[in-house]
């Protein structure tokens, strides 16, 4: 079954403790990318990566990091979380090409108190 | 950058009545279009999807979406809504870069 899995799905931290969501995809797809959500907000993007070794900034990447060394796995880093990171998180990957559909994973909810 | 707008930010309505969620992008160029739907406490799910051929575009669960190049619009229809789409639905563009941008979400309750 074609799958984006992240992890961990619920997480409540402290300021400036570092922390790590992990996604994994079985589908073999080049493309990858995180998203945050928020009310009012819908999706905004936060990194992506177009193959491993790639990675490239989306619309809101302060706070953040990526990286892409194995094709499967797109972990985000917060190095030093704070409480605007409050969110939800969603990874996605596809194969390249146009139209190509973009699956998500289940969604990481994150509170930094 | 695209921006993608829609214009409901929440939309409450009966069973049996018709929805109709706009959705505008600003992109002149290429585009491919998609709404997606997130059900309470789920990831988004795609509903159907837009890239080339006939504008008229049938997805699941009954939805159907109609892109208008001119309008730069990719309105959401569906005839007869039940309960269970009580959920929140986005419209996502994206060019050739693979990069979605998504619209801020339309709530759509359905009263039963």
């Known amino acids: 079954e074609a799958q984006v899995t992240q992890n961990p799905r619920y997480l409540i931290t402290v300021t400036g403790k570092k922390l790590t969501v992990t996604c994994s995809q079985n589908?073999?797809?080049?493309?990858m990318s995180w998203y945050r959500q928020d009310p009012g907000l819908g999706l905004r993007q936060i990194y992506y990566s177009m193959n491993v070794e790639v990675t490239d900034k989306g619309d809101v990447p302060e706070g953040y990091k990526v990286s892409r060394k194995e094709k499967r796995n797109f972990p985000l880093i917060l190095e030093s979380p704070s409480p605007n990171q409050t969110s939800l998180y969603f990874c996605a990957s596809s194969s390249t090409g146009a139209g190509n559909t973009i699956y998500f994973g289940e969604g990481s909810w994150l509170t930094v108190v | 950058a695209q921006s993608v707008s829609q214009h409901n930010h929440h939309v409450i309505l009966s069973e049996a009545a018709s929805l109709e969620l706009g959705c505008n992008y600003s992109y002149g160029g290429t585009v491919n279009l998609f709404w997606y739907v997130q059900y309470p406490g789920q990831h988004l799910q795609l509903l159907l999807k837009?890239?080339?051929?006939?504008?008229l575009v049938k997805g699941i669960k009954g939805f159907e979406a109609e892109f208008i190049k001119s309008k730069f619009s990719f309105n959401l229809r569906k005839p007869s809504v039940q309960w269970s789409d009580t959920a929140e639905y986005f419209c996502a563009v994206n060019d050739n870069d693979y990069k979605l941008s998504f619209g801020a979400g339309t709530t759509v309750t359905v009263r039963a």
């Open positions: 837009y890239f080339s051929g006939d504008p």
């Open positions: 589908m073999n797809h080049e493309y």
